[in-house]
């Protein structure tokens, strides 16, 4: 399917170790902000996740009679992603549960990296989301380890201790709620953008994941396309929906599923007018999960339905030969 | 020896869910515990040998061109006593079983075998088919249903109309194993691992 360009080509020295360790740099933002934020639980479930997940990989690379490509760093990244992806509070097996699944059935059975048609971390975590929903949804959340009162680099308002996700107080009390729990409009924007709300450890800290995202961008590691269509897309049509744009923007997991996980080489349409309709159609199904469905949340969910129809949107467009003439755009083969 | 491979062939080789992928929807449907297995395996066997017997017995007579709905007529007759009696006496499975008793006219396991065996052959030889591919279809959506209901739910029922035994299995449930999504998981990588073994065979 995949269709090289026409010659002359130029020798780029991006692999998969380059990108795979970048990616990896470029997650330790929202790896620190973590651990600022939710305490050292956050890094020991951070450590577990990724330990698990090279462990899973090799044994099912042994198992199946592979050459163990473990050091490329793809199942350390999957592991940290799903870390990133579990509340605070998690007993330790859910997220060991979730990578063993997302590494073993998704990436492995499928044929190893390149093959997954899903994005392996978020099927993880959709997997343990519905089999221990409570605990996956449980934000009791001890905000404040110690140490920010000593490093309040912030100014953060020590006293807000959310118990649920801002997404979830705004849509079974609404804004209003919201708002007065964090004192104002402007406050809320300020503290969800810096991270100091309820919600899974690496998703809150939108400064970070934005650090870590202009850092891929700088290396060229991916294209800012497909998570900018997509924000802009969830921020219009919350818009247009009589909703707060800004707060849906900077709430939730957007950022972290935007820029780490809609940017997913093996999952997402190849050509650029694929990741248009890719984006759009997260954005779309973002906004009608969040605010028509019984759950506060719908990034996880709509990256994998965008997975599932990545091949369809691939088949549809397609890069046209240069001087070949075709029918709307459009070849048939 | 013939007659016996007839018998055999039902239970690994040829096994209807594993290898032939028949009866996949009340196999995924109703496999949430181990007794809604055994009992949807039992009712279907109870039809297959049924329907087996009497197409097998009436072949002959059967035109080429309606074969579809003979057989149709005559498997549907066997259903309506399994769940006429299955109402009556044991309530229970019956609720549980639901939609898919009356679903197991369409089982294209029976339809299957009538179709390819009991059309063509005596009367003995479809019994020993029935029965074989029966007990094949029961322990399949048996294994099926205990590796669901163990991880599912964390327990073991074997029990029905207050016979039988419930076992506690130290697991916290997970409950998208009792849900659809656990189940077409379940029984691809049982596919998986079969294939693997096949192929390994070859």
């Known amino acids: 399917m995949l269709k090289t360009s026409i010659s002359p080509h130029i020798h780029s020295p991006q692999n998969i170790e380059y990108a795979m360790r970048n990616v990896l740099i470029a997650m330790v933002p929202a790896l620190l902000a973590s651990v600022y934020f939710f305490g050292v639980r956050a890094l020991w479930l951070e450590i577990i996740s990724i330990l698990t997940a090279i462990l899973a990989e090799t044994l099912m690379q042994l198992l199946l009679r592979k050459p163990v490509t473990v050091s490329d760093g793809s199942a350390a990244i999957t592991g940290l992603l799903v870390a990133f992806n579990m509340p605070p509070n998690i007993p330790f097996y859910v997220p060991v549960v979730a990578t063993a699944l997302g590494i073993i059935v998704v990436k492995q059975l499928f044929g190893g990296l390149g093959h997954n048609i899903f994005n392996p971390a978020l099927v993880g975590r959709v997997f343990v989301m519905f089999a221990w929903l409570p605990e996956m949804t449980t934000w009791n959340v001890p905000l404040h380890p110690d140490w920010i009162r000593h490093f309040n680099l912030f100014h953060i308002n020590l006293d807000s201790i959310t118990s649920a996700t801002p997404l979830a107080v705004n849509k079974l009390q609404g804004m209003s709620a919201l708002v007065s729990q964090f004192g104002s409009k402007t406050q809320l924007y300020l503290q969800s953008f810096l991270g100091n709300t309820g919600g899974c450890i690496g998703e809150t800290s939108e400064l970070a994941i934005l650090i870590g995202a202009f850092y891929l961008f700088s290396r060229k590691v991916i294209w800012p396309t497909v998570p900018f269509v997509y924000i802009i897309t969830v921020a219009v049509l919350t818009a247009l929906m009589g909703q707060d744009p800004l707060f849906h923007i900077l709430s939730g997991g957007l950022f972290l599923g935007a820029f780490f996980m809609a940017t997913d080489y093996v999952t997402t349409p190849m050509t650029l007018s694929g990741s248009l309709v890719y984006a759009v159609g997260l954005g779309l199904l973002t906004v009608i999960l969040r605010l028509k469905s019984g759950l506060p949340e719908g990034v996880s969910f709509s990256i994998l339905l965008m997975n599932g129809l990545t091949p369809l949107i691939d088949k549809l467009i397609r890069v046209r030969t240069y001087g070949k003439q075709s029918k709307r755009g459009r070849d048939h083969e | ?202």
């Open chain 2, 1 to 202: 020896m013939s007659r016996w491979n007839e018998l055999t062939k039902g239970i690994i080789k040829e096994n209807p869910i594993f290898f032939i992928m028949l009866g996949l929807c009340p196999t995924l449907a109703v496999s949430t515990k181990v007794i809604y297995g055994i009992g949807m395996g039992i009712a279907a066997t109870f039809v297959l040998i049924g329907s087996n017997i009497f197409i097998s017995l009436i072949r002959n007579f059967i035109p080429d061109k309606i074969r579809i709905p003979c057989y149709i007529v005559v498997i549907a007759t066997f259903v309506t006593i399994v769940d006429y009696i299955l109402n009556a006496y044991v309530q229970p499975l019956h609720k549980a079983l639901g939609i898919y008793i009356p679903l197991i006219v369409v089982n294209c396991i029976i339809l299957g075998r009538a179709e390819a065996y009991a059309g063509q052959n005596t009367v003995l030889n479809s019994i020993l088919d029935a029965i074989g591919m029966g007990i094949g279809f029961t322990l399949a959506i048996t294994l099926i249903a205990l590796i669901r209901e163990i991880l599912g739910s964390g327990t073991i029922t074997l029990q029905m109309l207050g016979y039988g035994w419930v076992w506690e299995v130290p697991v916290k449930p997970m409950t998208i194993m009792v849900l659809p999504p656990g189940a077409l998981l379940t029984i691809g990588i049982l596919m998986g691992i079969i294939n693997h073994f096949k192929q390994k065979e070859k």
